[in-house]
Nanobody, 123 residues
Framework: QVQLVESGGGLVQAGGSLRLSCAASGGTFSSYAMGWFRQAPGKEREFVAAISTIGGVIDYGNSVKGRFTISRDDAKKMVYLQLNSLKPEDTAVYYC????????????????WGPGTQVTVSS
């Protein structure tokens, strides 16, 4: 069983940056592929970024490529999402996900979810 808790969300102006963190506890963190998803009001939960075990494979959603960066620190049991050049359409609740099976690029691949952290980008 893995518990995930996100932090670092907040209100930022368009063009600004934020760094989201996801702290994991329980389980063997290094054996999980990790990912970030987001959900805006009235919309489906959307894939943002994912990183494999050891960080060998990284993938991004098309809408964030070149602006967001995912990373992990297995020693600290943390995964991070650096958000740069933020746009109002990036406003959403951002969720951390862990998968013991696949790179979590699809919701159904995630075994565990965090409660989410709100990111609001003002124009």
């Amino acid at each position: 069983q893995v518990q995930l808790v996100e932090s670092g969300g907040g209100l930022v102006q368009a063009g600004g940056s934020l760094r989201l963190s996801c702290a994991a506890s329980g389980g063997t963190f290094s054996s999980y592929a990790m990912g970030w998803f987001r959900q805006a009001p009235g919309k489906e939960r959307e894939f943002v970024a994912a990183i494999s075990t050891i960080g060998g494979v990284i993938d991004y959603g098309n809408s964030v490529k070149g602006r967001f960066t995912i990373s992990r620190d297995d020693a600290k049991k943390m995964v991070y999402l650096q958000l740069n050049s933020l746009k109002p359409e990036d406003t959403a609740v951002y969720y951390c996900a862990a998968s013991s099976r696949f790179l979590p690029t699809i919701k159904s691949y995630a075994d565990y979810w965090g409660p989410g952290t709100q990111v609001t980008v003002s124009s």
